[in-house]
């Protein structure tokens, strides 16, 4: 039997609603997708950008929801015989249900944002505090307006943890966000050229991230990335908005939590460090550096928030790269086999520098070439151009042997590339996609990346398509 997750009157008093029909005493989760509603969960029907919610009610109720969440002025649109709860707006019903989570846990709560490595720290930090106690955090990147009060919504009453990941495209968006969270603790993992077309420099978008200080408990703590170039800014905006605590991580040993040794190795890494004056080694099960980075302020904040920091750090094998984010394939060849590396999910200059430095430490096999196959990166701005062909030297530093680019933008950095390095440019990855699955051999490694809408993600079901795959296990 599933757990109750909330009553129906302290739903309907927390929403501000009221009851038409005959809804269930009991709810057992919150959903806003009818295709996966679960029997016993109340079913948001929000009006997206493509769909509006209302129009999949009665599915949602024939699926076994306890009840829908519509909208006074559309309830004639759904069926008369349903089971409602009736609020003016039903996205404002769900903030209002999340603050209501929010103000009966005892949960400490910790909030991550940044311009790259928010999912991954938030998954580390899920799957540490969970070997302290019971743990709430967000599936996948619900990180939005709408994404961050639905995992507030789904908190149960007894958490003893919640992990909260808070995203951006433009300035004022954090702000609402940390205030419904109200976090004891919070993470900024760094600050890079993101986002770009709709911020006037970096210091504008360290100024918006900054806004996840707005929402910080009374004597909370800010981690903040120290080796990042707008971290003096970040601990000036920390202090102006009455941050009690910051805890510095990177690099330098004068930072409160930082590597004294890293040792990659296939598919994760092996770290000793010092976390808040305490020694301690720890193994990552993913490979990459910014992993390793995003680690220390994962450590502190498992610390700060009094969980068990050896068992927190000891459980950081088990991280391992989801769907888009690095995740491994192994592809199979009459005579051998080759890996894929897919970071399909999205892409901005930091994330693509590090997706080719982890490319550039991933053993080949003899015969083998490391391979990049990379989209454009969108929402750049006036910079787009030149971060393009900024690409070149990582390719170079991490000795990628291929570079297949895909999209308009990417055209500069191909012709950039030394020849021996340029494979195929493609203005879509649909006219790139049949060279490619004819270009890969046994041995080889192949990284894919792109942003969101150059669509790098086909190319990565194609080589499944074409060689099988199973997943890729990480160096024990």
């Known amino acids: 039997m599933s757990e109750v997750l909330w009553k129906l009157d302290a739903l309907v008093e927390a929403v501000g609603g009221r009851v038409v029909g005959d809804p269930t005493t009991t709810i057992t989760g919150i959903s806003i997708d009818s295709r996966t509603i679960q029997p016993g969960e109340a079913f948001f029907c929000i009006k997206g950008d493509v769909h509006d919610g209302h129009r999949f009610a009665e599915a949602a109720l024939s699926r076994g929801a306890a009840l829908a969440v519509v909208c006074e002025e559309r309830l004639n649109e759904v069926p008369p015989e349903g089971r409602y709860v009736v609020v003016s707006d039903v996205l404002g019903a769900l903030e209002d249900l999340g603050r209501a989570a929010r103000a009966r846990t005892e949960a400490k709560i910790v909030a991550v944002t940044g311009s790259v490595g928010k999912t991954s720290s938030k998954e580390m930090l899920r799957i540490a505090l969970s070997k302290s106690g019971r743990t709430h955090a967000s599936v996948a990147s619900f990180n939005n307006h709408w994404g961050v009060p639905l995992t507030l919504a789904r908190m149960p009453e007894d958490t003893e943890y919640g992990v909260f990941e808070i995203g951006m495209n433009h300035p004022g968006e954090i702000t609402p966000l940390t205030r419904m969270v109200r976090p004891d603790f919070v993470i900024i993992t760094t600050v890079e050229p993101v986002h770009l077309a709709q911020f006037e420099s970096v210091e504008a978008i360290a100024r918006a991230k900054a806004e996840i200080f707005e929402g910080l ?9 120290a ?3 707008q971290f003096d800014l970040l601990r000036f905006l920390a202090f102006t ?3 009690a605590k910051i805890v510095t991580f990177g690099d330098d040993r004068a930072f ?3 590597p004294t040794q890293v040792a990659p190795q296939s598919g994760c890494s092996c770290v ?4 808040l004056g305490e020694d301690l080694v720890w193994k990552i099960g993913a490979p990459g550096r910014h992993l390793v980075n995003n ?3 994962v450590l502190a904040a498992v610390k700060l928030m009094g969980a068990d920091l050896a068992l927190g750090a000891l459980a950081l094998a088990d991280m391992s790269a989801p769907k888009g984010r690095g995740e491994r394939h192994e592809l199979t060849f009459e005579d051998g086999t080759a890996t894929l590396i897919d970071e399909s999910y999205n892409a901005n200059p930091a994330s693509m520098r590090a997706a080719i430095a982890v490319l550039g430490e991933t053993p080949v096999e003899r015969g083998g070439r490391r391979i990049a196959v990379i989209g454009d990166m969108l929402e750049l701005g006036e910079t787009s151009p030149a971060l393009h062909r900024g690409l070149a030297k990582p390719l170079e530093d991490a000795r990628i042997d ?8 990417m055209r500069g950095l191909w012709e950039r590339l030394p020849e021996n390095r340029r494979a195929v440019w493609a203005e879509t990855s ?3 996609q049949k060279t490619l699955v004819g270009d890969i051999r046994p041995g080889d490694v192949v990284m894919i990346k792109g942003s969101l809408g150059t669509k790098m993600g086909p190319l990565v079901s194609a080589l499944i398509d074409a060689y099988g795959a199973k997943r890729a296990r990480a160096a024990s």
């Open 402 to 409: 291929l570079v297949y680019c895909v999209g308009k933008t």
């Open 241 to 243: 908005a009455g941050v």
């Open 430 to 432: 649909a006219e790139l």
């Open 217 to 225: 408990e009374p004597g909370g703590a800010a981690i903040l990335n």
């Open 227 to 229: 080796s990042n170039p």
């Open 256 to 258: 409160d939590v930082h």
């Open 272 to 275: 000793t460090g010092k976390v």
């Open 295 to 297: 680690s220390l302020a």
